[in-house]
């Protein structure tokens, strides 16, 4: 799985624009993939579009279909879950030191809370 990010920014500050036009595939369908899928993600006009790669000799189409279906479904019961919180919770992605680890995080927010 690969997140490649939020793009609304870049195409708000007219930075760069995405293109409607369909790539097709970016390499061979015969090539062996070392990965049984490849997903990818990222936000674009505030909507997260999701790109799945298979090996059409491995799987049907609509297996992988089927599959979307349920990615699909379990991330709008993670958003729905996020979206009814009350009070923010935090991670360590949420802070731009690399070096944050959960520890870390940990004694953060019990500092916090303290105060």
Known sequence: F???????????????EVSPVQTG?????????PYILDIS???SSGCLKMHIVYNRYQYEAQTIQTFAGYFKRILEDIIRHCAAKENREWSAADFSDEELTLEDLSEIMGAVNKL
């Open 2 to 16: 690969n997140y490649l990010g939020q793009f609304d920014q870049d195409i708000q500050m007219n930075s760069f």
């Open 25 to 33: 595939d970016e390499i061979s369908p015969d090539w062996e993939r």
């Open 41 to 43: 993600g990222a936000v």
